[in-house]
């Protein structure tokens, strides 16, 4: 196989398969965008069309060859594929009887990697007839504006599939992270971490929603942009990492569970943007005014920091 193939195939066309699918094309791939129902199809149609107006305006230059299609057949989506990329709901249930019907539909040698955000690669691949073929291949939302994928084999992974993963992640301009199976990945294992530690402090009404947001969109979002974790680290020094974390890590929020604030107010019907009310309230339009500034904004974001170097 070549780095990138010469088909590809998304199945599940929700939050993430549209961004999935037009990213792929623009490197030249044919992507052919599979889901369950023709109103599921609508959806994807009008917004990977959305998604290319968001690449032309970070500057993705297209490639000749790619393009994206849809289509409710499973064996039509698959036919000719050298990459399959699982993008449906996370429920293992689902992901089973996926991979079953994959594996009577494909050859023995095409790769299925799993978007999935936190089921275990080794857990899904139990009931495969070639478990060695499945891999995770975690986006981070919205995956056409965030340039890093989460690259994770599964116990029963075929090693020689990282390296050609990876390669292929690299030859869409993508940054691959290639890590250890572990609950949750690391993207998401740090996410949780710093909300977990946001939300005990509005709980104890340390600061507002707004002021939060402000603090940590410059106070530590703006750096960690720019300098990584650990970098950041050897730019403060270990020994004053170590004088606070003496003292400030026995503080820190330590609650296993969801948060009371979250229980209250998904019980209150207040889920975000889809309820129109959560954290924040949203009056009419406010919703799509809020999605069109992000997106507007990491645009811009993703233009910056690829125009320095990574640290």
């Known amino acids: 196989m070549s780095t990138l193939p010469a088909i590809a195939s998304v199945i599940g066309s929700g939050t993430m398969g549209p961004g999935i699918a037009a990213t792929l094309a623009r490197a030249g791939v044919a992507v052919r965008v599979y889901d369950i129902s023709d109103e599921a199809i609508a959806r994807a149609t009008a917004m990977v069309d959305v998604v290319q107006g968001v690449l032309d305006a970070v500057g993705t230059p297209p490639t000749a060859g790619g393009s994206v299609s849809f289509g409710t057949d499973l064996a039509e989506a698959v036919a000719d594929s050298e990459l399959i990329i699982e993008a449906i709901p996370e429920r293992l249930e689902l992901k089973y009887a996926l991979l079953a019907d994959l594996e009577n539909l494909v050859g023995d040698d095409v790769i299925i990697a799993s978007n999935t955000s936190g089921i ?25 504006l965030i340039p890093m994928i989460e690259v994770i084999p599964g116990r029963q992974t075929d090693e020689a599939l990282v390296g050609v993963l ?106 975000g943007f889809k309820s129109e009310g959560g954290m924040y309230d949203y009056g009419p339009g406010e919703v799509d005014a809020t999605r069109k500034d992000i997106l507007t904004g990491l645009i811009a974001a993703r233009k910056t920091l690829s125009s320095i170097p990574v640290v």
């Not at 939060?212 to 004053?240: E, F, H, N, Q």
């Open 166 to 271: 990876v390669s292929m992640v690299e030859a869409f301009g993508y940054v691959p992270v290639v890590e250890k199976e572990i609950p949750g990945f690391v993207e998401n294992r740090v996410l949780y971490a710093v909300l977990r530690e946001c939300l005990a402090l509005l709980e104890e009404g340390i600061v507002t929603p707004e002021g939060l947001d402000a603090c940590v969109k410059w106070g530590i979002g703006y750096k960690l942009s720019v300098v990584g974790p650990t970098r950041l680290l050897d730019m403060a020094g270990l020994d004053i990492y170590k004088a606070v974390s003496s003292y400030l890590n026995e503080d820190l929020a330590t609650t296993s569970g969801t948060p009371a604030l979250i229980e209250d107010k998904i019980a209150a019907g207040r889920l």
């Open 120 to 144: 275990p690669i080794s857990t899904m691949a139990e009931k495969m007839r070639v478990p060695g073929r499945l891999i995770g291949m975690h986006w981070s939302n919205p995956p056409h």
